[in-house]
């Protein structure tokens, strides 16, 4: 399976609601690896490395959302292969 990365740039109600801990809880669950990070924006940025399938599923449930979440505008970037072992919330 080829591992493909992806950089989304959410906006929306993505800060103050839990959605770094949901998107990390995903991305684990299903086996991507990378980082969620807010942004001083309001912005949340999410870094993804994984398969087709895993990467569609995660940028679903992000834009599904955790119940509080509501991501109102987006940015996507393919990215070159990261070193990342796990998928952690960072500061």
Known sequence: M???WKKW???????GVGFRHFVKNVA?????KGYVKNEM?????I???????????L???IMEGNGWSYVSDYDE????PQEYKDFHVEF
């Open 9 to 15: 740039n959410v906006r929306g109600v993505v800060q």
């Open 28 to 32: 684990r669950a299903i086996g991507v």
């Open 47 to 57: 870094v993804a490395g994984g398969n087709q399938e895993q990467l569609s599923e």
């Open 2 to 4: 080829e591992v493909k």
């Open 77 to 80: 970037q393919d990215l070159p």
């Open 59 to 61: 940028f679903r449930r």
């Open 41 to 45: 924006d309001g912005s949340v940025t």
